[in-house]
């Protein structure tokens, strides 16, 4: 304790200039201050004097009593780094007594100092370090701090930065490996998209419809049966016309053969297969037409095709077929 009071007491009578006379004054009294409090055993508020003291104007004492005051509120770390620049300072100075002071202090200090070994990525490019939001320098790769609990930021050029909370103890060596986390690159931008073109219904051949088919079939079929219905008409009226001799365009029977039942049955039959025929040529015709027609229409576009109604007129001599296209 004598020894920080007689290190003050000489600080108050190094020389200043005129223009740094105020500052320096300002300064002795804080260094004054700082030393009574010391004396006192209240090293945090001696610790603020100091630190104000040498903001004002550094000295090897100066810097010696901060770092003392450091040292007993076990800011070991920070007691090093001032302990090393009143040394540096004294050494300038020619200030023998500090130096030898400060180099006793180091030996003393410097194991029980924590240290963080940092495993940085190969690629890590202008690296820095923050403890507690405050700038501290890497020295060949580790970090010196105080006793107890820290926030930890790493960064580097183009990396995200590293945070890490961590816990330092006395006299401990530890190693952390430095991660950085990757920006993401932003999400691509979706290009616009392409205004659609308006569908153009092309007509398409789709082979003939089956309802086409459909006709046409019936109208073939119909064909047959009129044929089929023909054939029997001239075998009755052959038949019918057995004993009586062709006149001009028709046929003249005996009066017996004409009043004979049987003879007038196989008339009868004539007649029907007659009628028969004729409705079966006119549905044949009729579906044999529509058919063709919406064949040829539906095959070039499912989505044209028109309805088809077929209409027969059956009479006992002959049979219409009407044909009806729907627009």
């Known amino acids: 304790m004598r020894l920080v009071t007689a290190l003050v007491a000489s600080l108050l009578f190094v020389p200043v200039t005129a223009a740094a006379q105020e500052s320096a004054d300002t300064a002795a009294q804080l260094y004054q201050e700082g030393a009574d409090l010391a004396s006192q055993g209240k090293w945090a508020e001696a610790r603020g004097k100091f630190q104000s003291a040498v903001e004002l104007r550094a000295t090897p004492v100066g810097l010696f009593n901060l770092a003392q005051a450091e040292r007993n509120l076990g800011l070991i770390a920070s007691a090093k780094r001032h302990f090393v620049s009143a040394r540096a300072l004294a050494e300038r100075e020619g200030a023998d007594d500090v130096r030898r002071l400060a180099d006793d202090a180091l030996a003393s200090v410097g194991p029980r100092v924590p240290r963080l070994r940092l495993k940085l990525p190969p690629d890590a490019a202008k690296v820095e370090a923050r403890v507690d939001d405050r700038p501290v320098e890497i020295v060949e790769g ?136 004729n409705v079966a040529f006119g549905v044949g015709a009729g579906a044999l037409i529509a058919g063709g027609v919406w064949w040829v229409l539906g095959s070039s576009s499912s989505s044209d095709a028109r309805p088809v109604a077929v209409g027969i007129d059956p009479s006992p001599r002959s049979a219409s077929a009407r044909v009806r296209w729907a627009f």
């Not at 580097?156 to 530890?174: D, H, S, T, Y």
């Not at 430095?178 to 979706?190: G, I, S, Y």
Request: with cysteine; charged share 25%; proline share 12%.
């Open 142 to 277: 580790e970090l010196e701090l105080d006793p107890g609990p820290h926030r930890l930021t790493i960064s580097a050029a183009g990396e995200k930065p590293f945070v890490r909370q961590l816990q330092a103890v006395e006299g401990e060596r530890q190693t952390l490996e430095v991660r950085f986390e990757r920006p993401q690159p932003p999400a691509p931008v979706a290009p616009a998209p392409k205004p659609r073109a308006p569908e153009r219904h092309a007509k398409t051949s789709n082979g003939p419809p089956a309802g086409a088919l459909i006709v046409t079939g019936v109208g073939v079929a119909s064909l047959v049966v009129g044929g089929v219905f023909h054939l029997r008409r001239n075998e009755k009226l052959d038949d019918a016309a057995a004993g009586c001799t062709r006149t001009g365009g028709g046929w003249s029977c005996p009066p017996a053969l004409e009043n004979d039942p049987a003879h007038q049955e196989l008339k009868d039959d004539a007649q029907k297969a007659e009628t028969w025929r």
